[in-house]
C-alpha cells in the first residue's frame, strides 16, 4: 500500500508530486504529505485526509524547490493522523524519508535508539526506520553509506525514497518488495511506486529490483545493489496512454471501467482466439508448453476478486483439460508449508502484479521447483517480472479500488488457458471451436447488458437501504455469487454474503425475511432447475428475490420480484456476463448511499503489505 513519488530536477516540485500522488492515490488516501528542501531547509506539509488536502495546505504555502518526495498513505502502524502521515524526519533533522511497506524489526530498532535517548512523534515504523539511518548517518557522515548499513539491518519490505540536507543534490530510491520505478527524464529524474505518476514526465523508465537502489546526484544516477555491487539495469519504454488514467467524462472510475468492459474483454482476446481452428495462441507460454503439458495438477492462488476468477479457472480448466485444479488463497497457502511438486503448475492471478501475499505464494512454489506461471494485468509488475511465463489480461490501468474490468477479463484468459491445455491433452476441436466462437461474441454481449443499465439502476434505488444481502449461485455462479457480495460490501458498507445457493439450507437460511433481499444467479444451464427450488424456498420465506437470469426465459417472471436478464452464451462463459449487472448494482448502491466509489473507507487497491 501507499504511493511514492520523488522529484528531482528543473521544475517546481511541489507541484509535480502533488500531481504524482494523485496518480498514486489508489493506492492509499488516508493521510499524504511532502517535503521539499526549500533554500538549504526542509519544507514537510503534511495531513490525514486525501491528497487535495494536501494541495490546498501546498498552495497555501507557496513551495518553492526542485527537489522533494511525496507519499500518500494506507495505514499499517499507527492512525491515519497529521503525525503519522510521511514524510517523516529524522532526530537530526536531516533525514527525511517516505516508505511504502512494512518494518518488521522496527520495535527491537526502536527501542535501541530511544536507549541513546530518541524520542518519537508519531507512531510508524517508518520514523523508526529515519532514525535509524539518521543514526548511523551521524556516525559515517555518508548519506549512501548510512542507507545500505541501515537496510542491510531491516527486516521487512519497503519502497523508500530518502533525501539528506547535507547533501541537497542526491536522492535515494531503494526497493525491497514494494514497487518503485525510476523514470529518466530530460535533466530531471521522478521516483514513484507506478508508471502512471511518471508517464507525464517521461516514458523512460527502470524498474528496480529487489534490494535494489538508485542513488541520484546532480544530474546522473546509478543504480546499484544495497550490497554495493552495480547493477545492469535496464531501461524501458512504458506503453501509457495518458486519457486511460483519466475519467474520461464518467462520475467515477468504477463507472468508467464498467463501460470499458466491451473494449477491455476484445483487448483480452484479441490476436489469441483461433477460432476456425478451434485453438488458442497464448505466445507468452511458449517456453512452459511442455512443462504444461506435463502437469497432474495445477494450482491457482490469488486474493480476493483474483481469487474469484481463480474459481472459475477451476472449473474451467478442469471441465475443459481434466487437469485437476486446486485454487488457494495465497494468504493461507504460504503459510502453510504447502506440499509442491516439480512437476506442478502454479498460477498467480493478480490485477496489480503486486499483491504481496500472491507474490509470496509464487516464490514459495518457485523454490519448491514448481512452474510458476502469472496471470496479470501491470506490465513491469513484480508478479509479471518474476514468474516463468505468463498471459497478460490486457485490460489497460485499473484505478477503481473496486476490481471489475480485471475480473472479466481474468476470466476470459482462464477460458483461452483451459482450450489451450485442453486442445495439447484431449479436447476435441469441434468442442473447442464451439468456446471460441462464443468467447468472440461476448464483448457485444456486455455491451447489450450496460445498454440495459437503468432498469439495474432503479433496482438499485429500491434495496439501497437493506441492512443485509444474499448472493447465491450454482457450480460456475458461485464464484459470482461471492464476487457480487464483495463488490456491494467494499464499496456500500452493506454486508453481503455469497453462498453456494444449495447451502443456503445449512444456516443462512435463517437469515431469510421479508426484509433480506436475495440475489440469485439463476442462468439456464443444467442445474437451472435446482436453482428454481432453491428460488422457492427463499420466497417461502418472504425474502426478496432479485434473479440474474437468461434472456427468454419467462418461468422465473413468476418467481422473481426483480428479473436482469443476461444475454444466453455457453454455460462455462455465463460468469462474465452475469459479473457485470452485479457490479452496477454495486456501483448504484453506493452511489444512492453517497459513498466514495473509487476510494472506499479503510481500502486501497493494491495490497503490498501482508
Ligand atoms: O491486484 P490483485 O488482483 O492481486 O488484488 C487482489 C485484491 O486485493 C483485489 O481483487 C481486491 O479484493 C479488490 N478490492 C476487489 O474489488
Known amino acids: 500500500m501507499c504511493g511514492i513519488v520523488g522529484y528531482k530536477g528543473h521544475q517546481q516540485v511541489s507541484s509535480v508530486i502533488v500531481n504524482g500522488l494523485r496518480r498514486l492515490e489508489y493506492r492509499g488516501y488516508d493521510s499524504a504529505g511532502v517535503a521539499i528542501i526549500e533554500n538549504g531547509h526542509y519544507v514537510i506539509k503534511k495531513c490525514a485526509g486525501l491528497v487535495e488536502d494536501l494541495e490546498k495546505l501546498v498552495n497555501h504555502s507557496q513551495l518553492k524547490g526542485t527537489v522533494g518526495i511525496g507519499h500518500t498513505r494506507w495505514a499499517t502502524h499507527g492512525a491515519p493522523t497529521n503525525e503519522n502521515a510521511h514524510p517523516h ?70 519502497g523508500i525514497a530518502v533525501l539528506c540536507l547535507d547533501e541537497p543534490d542526491m536522492m535515494i530510491a531503494v526497493r525491497r518488495g514494494s514497487p518503485l520505478v525510476l523514470g529518466l527524464g530530460n535533466n530531471e529524474f521522478i521516483i514513484a511506486s507506478d508508471a502512471s505518476a511518471i508517464v507525464q514526465h517521461t516514458r523512460q523508465v527502470i524498474y528496480l529490483n529487489d534490494n535494489e537502489m538508485a542513488v541520484i546526484d546532480g544530474d546522473t544516477y546509478v543504480t546499484k545493489t544495497i550490497y554495493d555491487q552495480e547493477t545492469d539495469s535496464e531501461i524501458q519504454e512504458v506503453e501509457f496512454e495518458l486519457e486511460k488514467i483519466e475519467k474520461g467524462g464518467f462520475d467515477h472510475f468504477m463507472l468508467k471501467e464498467i463501460y470499458e468492459q466491451p473494449e477491455t474483454f476484445h483487448n483480452a482476446i484479441r490476436g489469441r482466439l483461433l477460432s476456425a481452428e478451434g485453438n488458442v495462441k497464448l505466445g507468452g507460454l511458449g517456453p512452459v508448453r511442455d512443462k504444461i503439458r506435463a502437469a497432474k495438477r495445477i494450482i491457482i492462488t ?12 477451476e472449473y474451467l480448466i478442469e471441465q475443459l483439460a481434466h487437469i485437476p485444479v486446486e485454487v488457494e488463497y495465497a494468504s493461507e497457502f504460504r503459510y502453510r508449508n504447502p506440499i509442491i511438486y516439480p512437476d506442478d503448475v502454479l498460477i498467480g492471478i493478480s490485477q496489480s502484479g503486486e499483491t504481496a501475499d500472491t507474490l509470496a505464494a509464487l516464490r514459495e512454489a518457485k523454490q519448491k521447483g514448481a512452474t510458476i506461471l502469472g496471470i ?34 481474468q476470466v476470459g ?30 464483448p457485444q454481449k456486455i455491451q447489450q447488458i450496460l445498454d440495459n443499465a437503468d432498469k439495474i439502476k432503479e433496482i438499485a434505488l429500491q434495496y439501497k437501504d437493506a441492512q443485509n444481502f444474499l448472493y447465491l449461485g450454482r457450480g460456475l455462479n458461485f464464484p459470482v ?79 422473481a420480484d426483480h428479473v436482469i436478464y443476461i444475454p444466453e452464451t455457453d454455460s462455462m462463459l455465463t460468469p462474465i456476463l452475469a459479473a457485470i449487472p452485479l457490479q452496477l448494482l454495486s456501483y448504484y448502491i453506493s452511489v444512492a448511499l453517497d459513498r466514495n466509489v473509487d476510494k472506499p473507507r479503510n481500502l486501497a487497491k493494491s495490497v503490498t503489505v501482508e
Not at 131 to 142: D, R
Not at 379 to 398: L, N, Q
Not at 422 to 441: D, F, Y
Not at 539 to 549: E, L
Open 481 to 559: 455469487a461471492l464476487e457480487g457480495a464483495l463488490k456491494l460490501k467494499e464499496i456500500s458498507y452493506i454486508h453481503a454474503e455469497g453462498y453456494p445457493a444449495a447451502e443456503m439450507k445449512h444456516g443462512p437460511i435463517a437469515l431469510i425475511d421479508e426484509n433480506l433481499p436475495v440475489v440469485f444467479i439463476a442462468t439456464k444451464d443444467d442445474i437451472y432447475d435446482k436453482i428454481i427450488s432453491n428460488i422457492e424456498e427463499v420466497r417461502a420465506r418472504k425474502g426478496k428475490v432479485i434473479a440474474i437470469a437468461t434472456e427468454g426465459d419467462t418461468q422465473i417472471l413468476t418467481l
Open 302 to 313: 490469488a486474493c480476493g476478486t483474483s481469487w474469484h476468477s481463480a474459481l472459475v479457472g
Open 413 to 442: 484468459v482462464l477460458a483461452m488457458l483451459a482450450i489451450y491445455i485442453g486442445r495439447m491433452i484431449h479436447l476435441s476441436q469441434r468442442e473447442a471451436k464451439v468456446i471460441a466462437q462464443e468467447l468472440e461474441k461476448i
Open 89 to 158: 524526519l529524522d532526530y537530526t533533522g536531516k533525514i527525511v524519508l517516505v516508505h511504502n511497506g512494512i518494518i518488521e524489526n522496527y520495535q527491537t530498532l526502536k527501542k535501541k535508539l530511544a536507549k541513546n535517548g530518541v524520542e518519537f512523534v508519531s507512531q510508524t515504523d517508518t520514523e523508526v526506520l529515519a532514525c535509524f539511518i539518521g543514526s548511523i548517518y551521524e556516525k559515517v557522515q555518508n548519506f549512501e553509506l548510512a542507507v545500505r548499513l541501515a537496510l542491510s539491518e531491516v527486516e521487512g519490505t519497503f
Open 376 to 409: 496479470v494485468n501491470v506490465v513491469g509488475s513484480t508478479i509479471a517480472r518474476e514468474t516463468d511465463a505468463g498471459v497478460f489480461i490486457h485490460a489497460g490501468p485499473e484505478i477503481g479500488v473496486a476490481s471489475t474490468k480485471a475480473f472479466t477479463s
